[in-house]
């Protein structure tokens, strides 16, 4: 996380802040954790499996993979998105608990 948005507290913020468009917390702030927890797996199966070039994980016989730097970048923006969608969802939680 680190790597995604520095070691200044006040930078992710302004980081995150360019995602927090209306059209964008509208639509992160639909369905319930369940919902959240299946869209996350999802973009990590999706994700992990495009970026390794294997469509099925699962089937045929096990690989090897090494994690380097490059797999590290190309997650810096997933991660990113992910935090600002974590962000707004909990605001929502937190605006719904308090009315």
């Not at 992990?48 to 099925?56: E, H, I, S, T």
């Not at 090494?66 to 605001?91: M, N």
């Amino acid at each position: 996380m680190q790597r995604a948005l520095g070691k200044d507290v006040d930078e992710p913020a302004d980081k995150l802040s360019i995602l927090l468009m209306k059209a964008n917390k509208q639509k992160w702030s639909s369905g319930g954790s369940s919902d959240w927890a299946k869209e996350s797996y999802e973009i990590a199966k999706k994700k992990v499996r495009r970026w390794f070039g294997n469509p099925d994980i699962r089937s045929g016989p096990s690989k090897v993979f090494r994690v380097d730097a490059e797999y590290d970048k190309r997650g810096v923006a997933v991660v990113k998105e992910q935090l600002a969608k974590a962000g707004v969802r909990l605001a929502g939680l937190l605006r719904e608990a308090l009315e």
